[in-house]
């Protein structure tokens, strides 16, 4: 009994220093942010106004939270079928035993862009979007499609696409290389098995594949649409939220309540909503993919 109360004891103080941690950045910065949507303030003055749910009802009641939200929701779905799904194509090709001496390469050229600074993408991009010199307008007057050509950044119909484009192109090679690595943990025995008795690669690849790397398939798409309703980075480098806040996001919306008319109560109110939001979905993609479950 002692024995057993010791061993908890020292588990306990292993565990402290990480639990503390966690309390700290956390648990403690969600707590304060909720506190701090109830209040009136600004960073300029240590006083605070209660005002209740105000900032909510403002919130739910102003129609740019509508868009960035539907912003943010084509964000996360065209994502999703790129990011983790095209992720789990070019895994499945690179996998395939005719690519697989050449993976080297290939996973280098698909990792690069995830790991290019933000500020470069968006500064390469909007060259290439450029409606006079850019790259993207000049291919397809090249190949004949010369009335496709447009301001893609400028035009308030296009604007978002264009700026979930990029994102697509950036992130599609990390997915890719998540998928690649949880792949090559399968036994090979199943896949002799599977071509013993005549299976299909298709066939293949969504009975034995798929199910093997579930769990793996579960992470990329809890980051991918936890990462869709943070987006800020790229849509503020490409475009600040314009034109005519067009793809205006939770993120830049939070940005430009907070630093751009310093009203830090309203910010907070935000950063709660995206909070909930992530933390929700997160949790019905968790019970939907049954996580931790055996298949």
Same mark, same amino acid.
């Given at each position: 009994?002692?024995?057993?109360?010791?061993?908890?004891?020292?588990?306990?103080?292993?565990?402290?220093?990480?639990?503390?941690?966690?309390?700290?950045?956390?648990?403690?910065?969600?707590?304060?942010?909720?506190?701090?949507?109830? %209040?009136?303030?600004?960073?300029?003055?240590?006083?605070?106004? %209660?005002?209740?749910?105000?900032?909510?009802?403002?919130?739910?009641?102003?129609?740019?939270?509508?868009?960035?939200?539907?912003?943010?929701?084509?964000?996360?779905?065209?994502?999703?079928? %790129?990011?983790?799904?095209?992720?789990?194509?070019?895994?499945?090709?690179?996998?395939?035993?005719?690519?697989?001496?050449?993976?080297?390469?290939?996973?280098?050229?698909?990792?690069?862009?995830?790991?290019?600074?933000?500020?470069?993408?968006?500064?390469?991009?909007?060259?290439?979007?450029?409606?006079?010199?850019?790259?993207?307008?000049?291919?397809?007057?090249?190949?004949?499609?010369?009335?496709?050509?447009?301001?893609?950044?400028?035009?308030?119909?296009?604007?978002?696409?264009?700026?979930?484009?990029?994102?697509?192109?950036?992130?599609?090679?990390?997915?890719?290389?998540?998928?690649?690595?949880?792949?090559?943990?399968?036994?090979?025995?199943?896949?002799?098995?599977?071509?013993?008795?005549?299976?299909?690669?298709?066939?293949?690849?969504?009975?034995?594949?798929?199910?093997?790397?579930?769990?793996?398939?579960?992470?990329?798409?809890?980051?991918?649409?936890?990462?869709?309703?943070?987006?800020?980075?790229?849509?503020?480098?490409?475009?600040?939220?314009?034109?005519?806040?067009?793809?205006?996001?939770?993120?830049?919306?939070?940005?430009?309540?907070?630093?751009?008319?310093?009203?830090?109560?309203?910010?907070?109110?935000?950063?709660?909503?995206?909070?909930?939001?992530?933390?929700?979905?997160?949790?019905?993609?968790?019970?939907?993919?049954?996580?931790?479950?055996?298949?």
């Amino acid at each position: 009994m002692k024995q057993t109360f010791r061993s908890r004891q020292t588990a306990i103080l292993y565990i402290l220093p990480a639990l503390l941690l966690i309390l700290s950045f956390v648990f403690l910065p969600i707590i304060l942010n909720v506190y701090n949507s109830l %209040f009136r303030w600004n960073s300029f003055t240590a006083e605070k106004v %209660f005002v209740g749910l105000k900032y909510y009802k403002k919130l739910f009641a102003d129609d740019i939270f509508y868009t960035s939200l539907k912003n943010n929701s084509l964000y996360a779905v065209i994502s999703l079928v %790129f990011q983790v799904g095209g992720g789990l194509v070019v895994a499945a090709i690179l996998e395939d035993k005719v690519i697989r001496r050449f993976q080297p390469f290939f996973r280098t050229v698909f990792f690069i862009p995830s790991v290019i600074s933000i500020a470069v993408v968006g500064l390469l991009w909007q060259l290439l979007y450029n409606p006079e010199v850019g790259l993207v307008n000049g291919a397809l007057k090249a190949i004949g499609q010369a009335d496709w050509a447009r301001s893609w950044l400028g035009d308030s119909k296009t604007a978002i696409y264009a700026v979930i484009a990029v994102s697509q192109w950036q992130y599609t090679g990390y997915m890719a290389m998540l998928f690649l690595v949880a792949m090559q943990k399968i036994p090979f025995e199943y896949y002799e098995a599977a071509m013993i008795d005549g299976a299909s690669k298709l066939r293949t690849f969504f009975s034995i594949t798929l199910p093997h790397i579930k769990e793996m398939v579960l992470v990329g798409t809890v980051i991918t649409v936890i990462g869709a309703f943070k987006v800020f980075d790229e849509v503020y480098v490409m475009t600040a939220g314009g034109p005519g806040r067009s793809t205006e996001v939770l993120g830049t919306m939070l940005y430009r309540a907070a630093f751009r008319n310093d009203e830090m109560g309203y910010a907070s109110t935000i950063g709660t909503v995206i909070f909930v939001i992530t933390l929700t979905l997160s949790l019905i993609q968790m019970r939907i993919g049954k996580s931790g479950e055996e298949a």
